[in-house]
């Protein structure tokens, strides 16, 4: 007796394309006889799975050496449509508007008594004869007598296919049926159902297991989305296919870096072999600059040396001929002196009473600058100078290579928001003038000293406050507001900082930090100070510290920018600095505020 097959056994997974797994929509057949959509085997063999010139069937691998040729099936078109019109009456056939032109072939429509989700046995019998015209990929298309269209015998023609060809299965065989003793015509490898018994030749989608026919039906699988279990195998087969192709993609990918990377690297180590052999020819240059220098230096020494001697002797040489002839006069006087001849006393005196032409000396001098010390003042001023831009020399160049690679518009901010330190104020160490908050996030500058201990940590000179978290290794960011402050100082500095009496700031000393003056002046506390340009005032500020590689930055988060970096070494534990400065009657009271870090986009 013919009855209506259930659309869980003859359902709208069994006319859908493995590819896209939506209802066929202009299906071609491919030579080893699976069928897809037209869209989306020419989408997956121009992206991927035609790759190498050789073209795959994405369910059972079948390669082809020259793209095939497809056309649109269109018998399989019809059945397609007529299945899509017994599914959903309401819908136009091929997605038509009603009063179109009818299809050729007779409409079918459903019964009187055809219950909701069951295929009439009409429809399934001219289906099977439209299957049974179809010719087969690779054989001559010949003409078979017109089977009986009976349900029955439509089933057991296709049954008698389905052992024919069992790899793999036809994409549109209808399952077996079971009957209550036990599977009728089951392979004898199908695994089987431990609670009815029964082939697990389904695939419950909705629950992602393999099934019987007799769960089908039962309460716990009604209703869910169930297809042949084999069908289900060859669909997520052909979606490894493509997820292989995307891997390899991605492999190659990054292979491609991999290359680039070593490429690159090659080229940075040919790049600073060059810049080590300049430098040392510049260096070389200028120590044999300085040499030479070195030995003019001297030699002017010696030669105004010289000059000076040369003088010393002429005069000594010019005094001690005078001498000598006033002594010779002196003598001749007092040999007159004793003399008792009158007549002769009175002929020599008028010639030796006559002082002699005598040079005037008192203004005459051997003096040189070499006596005040002109010479060595200037080299050293000009050694101090230049060692002041040598030692500025490695530094400068580290930050050619950072302003480089750091761009103004900064986006490794978001980057360094990673490295988030949860920073608090160390009340300890706070000027008797500062004002800390309770949860040791804020600090502004009282009018007057507090009554607070003496601590050796205190700063008794200078208004700043230490963060009480240290960092000896690794990298660290935090976020301050500041405002419209006018004055303010933020930074770094070490646990073994003086913090009595006049504080040296500089790096040198143990301090790294950023400072505003009178609203718009920023500098980095050198020795002397390193002045700054900030186009775009701050109202926060980022600081970030990496104590390994020594470098410290600043950054404008609002604004994404970076302010400024320093790179030197952290030769101790270092601490967050901070220094609200003095309130300026009133007009720098405001407090310098630790803020939670809000990762930027």
Not at 193 to 200: A, E, M, Y
Request: glycine letters at 6%.
């Amino acid at each position: 007796m013919a009855m209506a097959l259930p659309a869980a056994f003859l359902s709208e997974d069994q006319f859908t394309c493995s590819i896209c797994l939506e209802v066929f929509n202009n299906p071609v057949s491919t030579p080893c006889g699976h069928s897809f959509c037209q869209a989306c085997i020419s989408s997956y063999w121009d992206g991927g799975g035609g790759s190498a010139k050789i073209y795959q069937c994405p369910l059972c691998k079948e390669s082809f050496q020259k793209r095939p040729e497809l056309h649109i099936n269109r018998t399989l078109k019809e059945i397609t449509e007529h299945f899509k019109q017994v599914a959903n009456p309401n819908m136009p056939m091929d997605g038509r508007a009603g009063g179109g032109v009818e299809d050729h072939h007779q409409h079918l429509a459903l019964s009187p008594s055809q219950r909701p989700g069951e295929m009439p046995e009409t429809v399934f019998a001219e289906m099977m004869t439209r299957f049974q015209r179809l010719p087969t990929p690779g054989r001559p298309h010949t003409t078979n007598n017109r089977r009986s269209s009976s349900p029955v015998n439509a089933r057991h023609s296709l049954k008698a296919q389905n052992n024919v060809h069992q790899d793999p299965p036809p994409p549109y065989s209808p399952p077996r049926r079971y009957t209550l003793s036990g599977p009728s015509d089951a392979s004898p490898d199908v695994p089987v159902c431990p609670i009815h018994l029964g082939g697990l030749e389904f695939f419950c989608r909705t629950d992602n297991t393999c099934v019987c026919c007799f769960c089908v039906e039962t309460a716990e699988h009604r209703g869910h989305n169930v297809i042949p279990a084999k069908r289900e195998w060859h669909i997520r087969k052909s979606q490894l296919g493509i997820a292989e192709v995307e891997l390899k993609d991605l492999i190659h990918e990054r292979e491609r870096k991999v290359k680039d990377i070593c490429n690159s690297l090659q080229e940075i180590q040919s790049a600073a072999e060059r810049e080590t052999d300049g430098a040392v020819t510049v260096f070389s240059k200028l120590i044999s600059r300085l040499e030479y220098c070195q030995a003019e230096v001297l030699e002017v020494i010696e030669m105004t040396r010289r000059a000076a001697e040369h003088r010393a002797q002429g005069l000594l040489r010019e005094l001690e001929e005078e001498i000598a002839e006033l002594k010779k006069k002196s003598a001749a006087l007092s040999q007159l002196a004793l003399s008792e001849d009158y007549i002769l006393f009175l002929k020599t005196f008028p010639a030796l009473s006559t002082p002699p032409q005598a040079k005037d000396w008192s203004s005459v001098s051997v003096v040189s600058k070499l006596t005040s010390g002109v010479i060595l003042r200037t080299v050293n001023q000009m050694m101090e100078c230049f060692q002041e831009q040598m030692q500025q020399l490695p530094k400068v160049c580290q930050q050619s290579l950072l302003d480089q690679s750091v761009p103004r518009h900064n986006p490794t901010t978001r980057r360094v928001q990673e490295y988030a330190a949860d920073i608090t104020l160390d009340a300890s160490t706070a000027h008797p003038r500062l004002i800390i908050s309770a949860d040791g996030k804020q600090v502004h500058c009282g009018d007057r000293n507090q009554s607070v201990p003496d601590n050796p940590e205190r700063f008794d000179r200078v208004v700043c406050v230490l963060g009480r978290q240290g960092f000896s290794t690794g990298r660290h960011y935090w976020e301050v507001e500041v405002g419209g402050k006018t004055d303010w100082d933020l930074g770094v500095a070490s646990r073994t900082i003086n913090r009595k009496g006049k504080i040296t700031v500089s790096p040198a000393h143990g301090y790294w930090f950023l400072s505003l003056r009178d609203r718009t002046d920023y500098a980095f506390r050198t020795e002397p100070s390193n002045n700054l340009t900030v186009n775009l005032r701050p109202s926060r500020i980022g600081i970030y510290v990496d104590c390994d590689k020594g470098l410290l930055s600043f950054y404008n988060v609002e604004a994404k920018l970076l302010i400024h970096t320093f790179t030197d070494n952290f030769p101790d534990t270092i601490h967050a600095f901070f220094s609200p400065c003095t309130n300026k009657s009133g007009r720098n009271e405001a407090p310098l505020i630790i803020c939670p870090v809000a990762m930027t986009e």
